[in-house]
């Protein structure tokens, strides 16, 4: 649809009623400047953290499926003020849950992946003239029960929906002006990249910037959406994602760190084949997401294996593993929860010795040690211990000459 813009609006830009105005009015000098719009919403502000601590408070293991039903209303309460808002300065709005919009998902409750997106109702709203607002982060399986995308999950709705329409293009606003070359908030002379390219800032995002959720920018990449990331609270540019071939030849673009994971170790696992399929599709079959993987070197006859999980997965994933190693003859599951991940991405950069030079060469100077490195066409990632992540974050931006 060549008038029809999605935008996606984070909780922190609805989190009173002051800012459901400033975004309504937004919204409106959009519509006013000619395009059909359909809106996407997170919960407001803490809400979904607010939930959270109310069913545990109830209940130490809430099932999966009750959390998705909770959850859900965060949205829901959102979508309903903004559409009001709306209304109430003379445009005709509607707002509608993921399982209204035809937002159809796997059965997994908490990481549910959409399936499909039936766009009938969606069409027939904005046919209407109405602006449509949406709720993110949820959708619904094939047995009609509610479920939920995961935290950033509503950065996917947004993306999927400009997909399935055919959108112009999908505006993300945050609370930052756009993709920085770290976090702004960390470090104080990270500069805004105007332009940037898919692969580039899904891998910033998978390794800890938060600006993006990692799944919309796969989505944006597969059905070539246009993905603009702007300020809610501030008029600016914001930043261009688009593919790399429009893209100069660059070589770092920015630094990321992980603090929100954990490594977990399992000791003398006998050497034998199929031991690592074992440990990892089981993983697999409980939905833990495993990242960054060091087998040591074989030595009488047992190696051991480490691996890193989101702290999120990091119970379960435990769990798991002190299960399998007792299945599987190994010694001993330890753990650390202690470490980050600290990361520099950019084009072409994993074939240059002289960038793995000056990284190694800022850890060492700050006498970091490296626990785990893993190596891509773009980027190049080392396990650190957490206290002192921040520190090398900003010496890192620093001599790579950001």
Request: charged share 25%; hydrophobic share 40%; with cysteine.
């Amino acid at each position: 649809m060549e008038k029809l813009v999605v935008q996606k609006y984070g909780g922190t830009s609805v989190g009173s009623i002051d800012r459901i105005k400033a975004v309504a009015k937004k919204i409106i000098d959009t519509k006013k400047s000619g395009y059909d719009l359909v809106v996407v919403v997170s919960a407001m502000g803490k809400t979904t953290d607010e939930l959270l601590s109310m069913a545990y408070d109830l209940n130490e293991k809430p099932s999966n499926r009750e959390l998705d039903q909770l959850l859900a209303t965060g949205e829901q309460i959102s979508i309903s003020l903004l559409a009001m808002a709306l209304e109430s300065q003379g445009y005709n709005a509607i707002s509608l849950t993921g399982p209204q919009c035809g937002i159809l998902t796997d059965p997994i409750h908490k990481k549910a992946r959409i399936s499909n997106i039936n766009p009938q109702r969606l069409l027939s709203e904005l046919e209407q003239d109405k602006i449509v607002i949406v709720a993110g982060f949820q959708g619904i399986n094939e047995i009609s029960d509610v479920t939920t995308l995961g935290r950033g999950g509503s950065d996917t709705t947004a993306v999927a929906i400009a997909a399935a329409l055919q959108a112009l293009r999908c505006e993300i606003y945050t609370d930052v002006e756009g993709v920085f070359t770290a976090d702004p908030r960390k470090v104080e002379n990270a500069k805004l990249i105007p332009k940037i390219s898919y692969d580039e800032v899904l891998e910033l995002a998978s390794l800890g910037a938060q600006v993006l959720h990692p799944r919309s920018i796969e989505l944006a990449r597969r059905f070539n959406v246009p993905l603009m990331v702007k300020s809610s609270f501030k008029n600016s540019n914001g930043t261009e994602i688009m593919e790399v071939d429009t893209m100069e030849n660059v070589s770092v673009r920015g630094v990321s760190l992980d603090d929100n994971i954990a490594k977990i170790s399992i000791l003398e696992v006998p050497d034998k084949p199929g031991i690592a399929f074992r440990i990892f599709s089981e993983l697999a079959k409980n939905h833990v997401h495993v990242d960054m993987i060091l087998q040591n070197v074989n030595r009488n006859s047992v190696n051991d294996i480490s691996f890193t999980v989101s702290q999120d997965d990091f119970k379960d994933a435990v769990k798991i593993c002190q299960d399998i190693g007792f299945e599987i003859g190994a010694q001993k599951v330890i753990y650390d929860q202690g470490v980050a991940k600290l990361s520099v991405v950019g084009t072409g950069i994993g074939g240059s010795a002289e960038i793995a030079s000056k990284y190694f060469e800022t850890l060492y100077n700050l006498g970091i040690n490296i626990q785990m490195i893993s190596t891509s066409e773009i980027k190049i990632s080392c396990i650190i211990d957490k206290a002192l992540s921040e520190e090398a974050m900003k010496a890192l931006h620093d001599a790579m000459g950001l």
